[in-house]
């Protein structure tokens, strides 16, 4: 089945800098990467997500990246805010099958 | 997108008794799971509600423990059966339109005593 790691488990940022977490996946056929953010107490909420015939796709000051070959994706939040503070998982897979969760990066930013 | 809600959102319960968790979906949905999701932790799949049949569950989850209905496109519910202090933790439902976006409820917190 499809494995799914994430990296880093932390990451500290200044406000105002960028921050990027890193997920790799093993299954080739997976073809949907989703990313959500929980805040604390909350309830995970789809932030972006991109599709294997996409390399990159953007939302305001978030963008993720996809790279097939290398089966890796990574997201990149720019000019940080405190509101950007949460927990973030990455996910991956199959066209209308299961989602695989990473195991999660707590991200922290710093006024 | 979908917005799913949960009931009870948090409840307490005595080893040996059984909580049921009811998830409901403001529209029909191709899709729903369950998950469990221990503090500080990721997010572990129990099953995968089907409608009509019997749900699908993953490896160390089994039907008697978790039994789980799904009636129709916006309705689904998960039973903790015979709970034991282990069983404590955070429940999910998600739901979503098909081609993988999944949408989560707010979670029922379980504490078992």
């Known amino acids: 089945g499809e494995n799914v790691e994430q990296h880093p488990s932390t990451l500290s940022v200044q406000e105002g800098d960028s921050a990027v977490i890193k997920c790799t996946y093993s299954?080739?056929?997976?073809?949907?990467f989703p990313w959500y953010k929980q805040e604390l107490g909350k309830r995970p909420q789809l932030i972006i997500d991109i599709r294997s015939n996409v390399g990159e796709k953007k939302d305001q000051r978030i963008a993720v990246t996809l790279n097939k070959t290398a089966k890796h994706f990574s997201l990149h939040i720019t000019e940080t805010q405190p509101e950007d503070s949460a927990v973030y998982f990455c996910?991956?897979?199959?066209?209308?099958?299961?989602?695989?969760f990473g195991t999660g990066t707590r991200l922290t930013i710093i006024p | 997108s979908a917005v799913i809600s949960q009931k009870p959102s948090r409840d307490i319960c005595q080893r040996g008794t059984s909580l049921t968790i009811q998830c409901q979906v403001d529209?029909?949905?191709?899709?729903m799971f369950w998950y469990r999701q221990q503090p500080g932790q990721s997010l572990t799949l129990i099953a995968t509600a089907n409608q009509g049949s019997e749900a699908t569950y993953e490896s160390g989850f089994v039907i008697d423990k978790f039994p789980i209905s799904r009636p129709n496109l916006t309705f689904s519910t998960l039973t903790v059966s015979n709970m034991s202090p282990e069983d404590s933790s955070i429940y999910l439902c998600s739901g979503g339109q098909g081609a993988n976006e999944q949408y989560f409820g707010p979670g029922t917190r379980l504490t078992v005593t």
């Open positions: 299954d080739s056929a997976s073809n949907y």
């Open positions: 996910a991956a897979s199959k066209r209308d099958e299961k989602l695989t």
């Open positions: 529209s029909q949905v191709t899709m």
